[in-house]
């Protein structure tokens, strides 16, 4: 039986392999900067608060920033029932 011969550091798909690896170590990265800097919400005065009956109108910001939202579309290719994609929302060739 051939073997296939072994796959160095400068192969196309060694090279995806890092990259996708460098992208996933920073996200990691970034998310644990975000959870460093926020705190919990409510906080525990707010929930301390919250069980004297006391409603809290002004509440103390998490610090983890505006929330973003980003949807891409396609043009031309249907999405989900539910507006996210699956295999069976795209046309049979």
């Given at each position: 039986?051939?073997?296939?011969?072994?796959?160095?550091?400068?192969?196309?798909d060694v090279k995806a392999m890092q990259a996708q690896r460098d992208e996933r170590k920073k996200a990691n990265e970034e998310a644990m900067k975000r959870m460093?800097?926020?705190?919990?919400?409510?906080?525990?005065?707010?929930?301390?608060?919250?069980?004297?009956?006391?409603?809290?109108?002004?509440?103390?910001?998490?610090?983890?920033?505006?929330?973003?939202?980003?949807?891409?579309?396609?043009?031309?290719?249907?999405?989900?029932?539910?507006?996210?994609?699956?295999?069976?929302?795209?046309?049979?060739?």
């Amino acid at each position: 039986m051939a073997q296939t011969p072994a796959k160095t550091k400068d192969h196309p798909d060694v090279k995806a392999m890092q990259a996708q690896r460098d992208e996933r170590k920073k996200a990691n990265e970034e998310a644990m900067k975000r959870m460093e800097s926020s705190q919990p919400t409510p906080t525990q005065e707010e929930n301390d608060l919250a069980k004297l009956g006391i409603a809290v109108e002004e509440k103390q910001p998490d610090g983890s920033g505006p929330t973003v939202i980003t949807k891409n579309v396609v043009a031309n290719e249907p999405m989900g029932a539910h507006g996210y994609e699956t295999r069976s929302s795209k046309a049979k060739e």
